[in-house]
T-cell receptor
Framework: QKEVEQNSGPLSVPEGAIASLNCTYS??????FFWYRQYSGKSPELIMF????GDKEDGRFTAQLNKASQYVSLLIRDSQPSDSATYLC??????????FGKGTRLSVIA | DTAVSQTPKYLVTQMGNDKSIKCEQN?????MYWYKQDSKKFLKIMFS???????INETVPNRFSPKSPDKAHLNLHINSLELGDSAVYFC??????????????FGPGTRLLVL
């Protein structure tokens, strides 16, 4: 059973700080890693994906992947109250569908 | 233009009824999905279709039957609704299944409440 683990939170950070969201996965063959954001009462929306070891930056967001440790993280710099949401990690291989984690609830306090 | 649309947005019904949810995507994607998100917010895949062919059928009661008349549409029919079916049902689509091209785009969700 492929598993994707996330701390459910809530993770509380002050406005302007860096929020660090973490995700571990069990399938060593996993190849693609996605971060989704879901506001309360809304649908998940893609923030970014990564498939190579290292960092990938997009604006205030940085995804970090370490395949040896089976670990992927999302950093949000200069956190804003509007970043308060649940962040879902999702993982797949070339031939299997996405498996979602249960999500981490982030609260950015003004 | 809405990329992935679902109807209805809200559905309130009595136990034992049969209901359908419709989904359409105008992104030209090959793969479509149905997810169930329960009160604990866990997003669980139910079905996936690729070019109208069923490719994933997770452990879901056979009261749930998906139908894909073409690759832009994936509908979900639910027979004999039960209280435990109350949840938000999301439709999603992706260019293809598997790999980095399985970037999924979600519809707005259908909030089902069974009384």
């Amino acid at each position: 059973q492929k598993e994707v683990e996330q701390n459910s939170g809530p993770l509380s950070v002050p406005e302007g700080a860096i929020a660090s969201l973490n995700c571990t996965y069990s399938d060593r063959g996993s190849q693609s890693f996605f971060w989704y954001r879901q506001y309360s009462g809304k649908s998940p929306e893609l923030i970014m994906f990564i498939y190579s070891n290292g960092d990938k930056e997009d604006g205030r967001f940085t995804a970090q992947l370490n395949k040896a440790s089976q670990y992927v993280s999302l950093l949000i710099r200069d956190s804003q109250p509007s970043d308060s949401a649940t962040y879902l990690c999702a993982v797949n291989t070339q031939n299997t569908p996405l498996v979602f984690g249960k999500g981490t609830r982030l609260s950015v306090i003004a | 233009d809405t990329a992935v649309s679902q109807t209805p947005k809200y559905l309130v019904t009595q136990m034992g009824n049969d209901k359908s949810i419709k989904c359409e995507q105008n992104l030209g994607h090959d793969t479509m999905y149905w997810y169930k998100q329960d009160s604990k917010k866990f997003l669980k895949i139910m079905f996936s279709y690729n070019n109208k062919e069923l490719i994933i059928n997770e452990t879901v009661p056979n009261r749930f039957s998906p139908k894909s008349p073409d690759k832009a549409h994936l509908n979900l029919h639910i027979n004999s609704l039960e209280l435990g079916d109350s949840a938000v049902y999301f439709c999603a689509s992706s260019p293809r299944a598997g790999g980095p091209l399985e970037t999924q785009y979600f519809g707005p969700g259908t909030r089902l409440l069974v009384l």
